[in-house]
């Protein structure tokens, strides 16, 4: 017995001329035959064919509504061969299409047709090979939009779909909004992405070009190519290992925490803003550079490469928040800063929220690290009037100091910082560079 198959046509981009005579003879010709929907310029060929707009009304979402016309599909597919049209091309965002091919107890042939990309670029005069065209969906996840090349985003049906597109397209300015591709109507408009809410007749053949955009994907790549580049043709680069980069990793880091000071306060006014922001940025650099160099060290050796690094972060921030992208209910930083503990705890098999820390940190930042953890499991610290009174102890018994004396006078210092959200670390550290520019200024210099 044969089995039940399905094949799939495509009604083109637009009106009838992009219809193909073969997807047309096999619509006119098949005992069973339906359209996706009616609303396509090329479904009007076909007056008697049913479709499945009425549920459309009806479906929770688009993803219960392809389920169901697939099943409906398959049901009819087992009492007679069914031919199924769609708009555009068949393997262009057809979300139905994918769901058939998947289907193990159906035979599928889908047979290619003219897609709204082929139209678009037409439109555009723009070949998709030179200018790296990438095909995007629009209604289609939630994330930024991007290449690597030009971008053509397709499903973008109404002013709110363009407005959520417009959302997604980080660091863009200007898009083409291309509207009946191909056709007599055709329409094609530059435009801001600040705009594209005001697009009221945007329908389902509207389309959106964005061409290509510096984004941190193409910079990153780009270093990465360096990276590699400098491996082979530089001898120190060469010569370089994981313990040979630990020292410049370590030195790299705290001239970013330097830098990001600077800029902090220049943010708030203190300081030169245009300078302190570009020192950020070079010192911000230094430090991936530094991470791109150990992925490159372990790409070689087959280990791990910086894609796998981005990876790794982001299953663990995504399994650390289920807060955010999962049913748990957090209402306060420290209910989720103690939730996160303990999903670490369990992720990494460890016996203590303590495994794992690097004991070499500077004393002040171990000890804010540790409360953290103390909390987390539910060990009392010092409350801050407790905390306070012990340092005002420590301090009247200055007169005879001892090492409980001092041990009382720091863990108050570190307690009440911790308590205040104040990073006393960076304090002492200011102090050191405000003795500096005194010391320099006593010299005759300027500050550094």
Same mark, same amino acid.
């Given at each position: 017995?044969?089995?039940?198959?399905?094949? $799939?046509?495509?009604?083109?981009?637009?009106?009838?001329?992009?219809?193909?005579?073969? +997807?047309?003879?096999?619509?006119?010709?098949?005992?069973?035959?339906?359209?996706?929907?009616?609303?396509?310029?090329?479904?009007?060929?076909?007056?008697?064919?049913?479709?499945?707009?009425?549920?459309?009304?009806? =479906?929770?979402?688009?993803?219960?509504?392809?389920?169901?016309?697939?099943?409906?599909?398959?049901?009819?597919?087992?009492?007679?061969?069914?031919?199924?049209?769609?708009?555009?091309?068949?393997?262009?965002?057809?979300?139905?299409?994918?769901?058939?091919?998947?289907? !193990?107890?159906?035979?599928?042939?889908?047979?290619?047709?003219?897609?709204?990309?082929?139209?678009?670029? +037409?439109?555009?005069?723009?070949?998709?090979?030179?200018?790296?065209?990438? $095909?995007?969906?629009?209604?289609?996840?939630?994330?930024?939009?991007?290449?690597?090349?030009?971008?053509?985003?397709?499903?973008?049906?109404?002013?709110?779909?363009?407005?959520?597109?417009?959302?997604?397209?980080?660091?863009?300015?200007?898009?083409?909004?291309?509207?009946?591709? &191909?056709?007599?109507?055709?329409?094609?408009?530059?435009?801001?992405?600040?705009?594209?809410?005001?697009?009221?007749?945007? %329908?389902?053949?509207?389309?959106?070009?964005?061409?290509?955009?510096?984004?941190?994907?193409?910079?990153?790549?780009?270093?990465?190519?360096?990276?590699?580049?400098?491996?082979? =043709?530089?001898?120190?680069?060469?010569?370089?290992?994981?313990?040979?980069?630990?020292?410049?990793?370590?030195?790299?880091?705290?001239?970013?925490?330097?830098?990001?000071?600077?800029?902090?306060?220049?943010?708030?006014?203190?300081?030169?803003?245009?300078?302190?922001?570009?020192?950020?940025?070079?010192?911000?650099?230094?430090?991936?550079?530094?991470?791109?160099?150990?992925?490159?060290? &372990?790409?070689?050796?087959?280990?791990?490469?910086?894609?796998?690094?981005?990876?790794?972060?982001?299953?663990?921030?995504?399994?650390?928040?289920?807060?955010?992208? &999962? %049913?748990?209910?957090?209402?306060?930083?420290?209910?989720?800063?103690?939730? *996160?503990?303990?999903?670490?705890?369990?992720?990494?098999?460890?016996?203590?929220?303590?495994?794992?820390? =690097? *004991?070499?940190?500077?004393?002040?930042?171990?000890?804010?690290?540790?409360?953290?953890?103390?909390?987390?499991?539910? $060990?009392?610290?010092?409350?801050?009037?407790?905390?306070?009174?012990?340092?005002?102890?420590?301090?009247?018994?200055?007169?005879?100091?001892?090492? =409980?004396?001092?041990?009382?006078?720091?863990?108050?210092? !570190?307690?009440?910082?911790?308590?205040?959200?104040?990073?006393?670390?960076?304090?002492?550290?200011?102090?050191?560079?405000?003795?500096?520019?005194?010391?320099?200024?006593?010299? &005759?210099?300027?500050?550094?």
């Amino acid at each position: 017995m044969a089995r039940p198959r399905v094949t $799939v046509v495509g009604l083109g981009p637009g009106d009838e001329r992009y219809l193909t005579r073969g +997807a047309e003879r096999l619509l006119r010709d098949a005992p069973v035959a339906r359209l996706r929907t009616a609303r396509h310029p090329a479904a009007d060929e076909f007056p008697d064919i049913p479709t499945y707009d009425e549920w459309y009304e009806s =479906a929770t979402s688009f993803d219960d509504l392809y389920l169901r016309v697939v099943d409906d599909l398959a049901r009819l597919a087992a009492a007679s061969p069914v031919v199924y049209a769609v708009p555009g091309s068949p393997l262009v965002a057809e979300r139905t299409v994918e769901l058939l091919l998947a289907r !193990s107890d159906l035979d599928v042939d889908v047979i290619p047709a003219v897609s709204t990309v082929d139209v678009v670029c +037409a439109a555009l005069e723009i070949d998709p090979m030179a200018v790296s065209l990438t $095909v995007c969906d629009a209604v289609s996840g939630d994330g930024s939009l991007y290449g690597p090349g030009a971008l053509l985003i397709l499903q973008t049906y109404s002013p709110e779909v363009l407005a959520l597109v417009a959302d997604r397209l980080v660091g863009v300015e200007n898009v083409c909004v291309v509207r009946h591709a &191909g056709m007599t109507d055709q329409s094609i408009r530059w435009m801001s992405v600040r705009d594209l809410h005001r697009v009221a007749d945007a %329908d389902h053949l509207t389309s959106l070009y964005v061409p290509a955009s510096r984004h941190a994907g193409v910079a990153v790549t780009e270093l990465v190519d360096l990276m590699r580049r400098l491996r082979v =043709a530089c001898a120190w680069d060469r010569d370089q290992t994981h313990d040979s980069l630990v020292r410049h990793l370590l030195e790299e880091t705290y001239e970013v925490i330097d830098a990001v000071t600077r800029y902090a306060r220049a943010w708030e006014g203190d300081g030169d803003l245009t300078l302190a922001r570009r020192d950020a940025e070079e010192e911000l650099g230094d430090l991936l550079f530094q991470i791109v160099f150990h992925a490159e060290l &372990g790409s070689e050796a087959e280990s791990f490469t910086l894609a796998s690094i981005a990876d790794s972060v982001h299953r663990k921030l995504v399994d650390r928040h289920p807060h955010v992208f &999962g %049913d748990v209910t957090v209402t306060t930083a420290t209910d989720a800063e103690s939730r *996160w503990e303990q999903l670490k705890k369990s992720e990494k098999r460890r016996d203590s929220v303590t495994d794992g820390i =690097a *004991w070499e940190l500077p004393g002040f930042v171990l000890h804010a690290k540790l409360l953290r953890k103390a909390a987390s499991v539910g $060990v009392t610290s010092l409350e801050p009037t407790e905390a306070l009174a012990r340092l005002r102890r420590a301090i009247d018994d200055l007169e005879t100091p001892s090492e =409980a004396t001092w041990t009382d006078l720091v863990e108050g210092v !570190s307690t009440l910082a911790k308590a205040a959200n104040i990073d006393v670390e960076g304090i002492a550290r200011s102090l050191a560079l405000a003795l500096r520019d005194e010391i320099r200024a006593r010299e &005759g210099l300027s500050s550094s």
